[in-house]
């Protein structure tokens, strides 16, 4: 319920568009692929709004791939 609150307060395409000049467009050889900047941004949010490290959100997305 939360996070379909925060999907019609947060006006993502905005902040897309704020952050987009800034994030990588191509990968570094040697790095991780990139993933899609809404998706990061969504992310981020997820560990900002319930406390989670990177390792706990990794684990929530997850757990939530697998069940949904």
């Not at 570094?28 to 709004?49: D, T």
């Amino acid at each position: 319920r939360f996070l379909a609150r925060m999907n019609m307060v947060v006006r993502w395409a905005d902040l897309v568009a704020v952050v987009e000049p800034f994030y990588p467009k191509t990968t570094k050889p040697s790095g991780r692929p990139l993933v899609e900047l809404e998706r990061m941004l969504r992310i981020h949010c997820l560990q900002l709004w319930f406390d989670l490290s990177d390792p706990a959100v990794e684990e929530a997305l997850s757990c939530c791939c697998i069940q949904g």
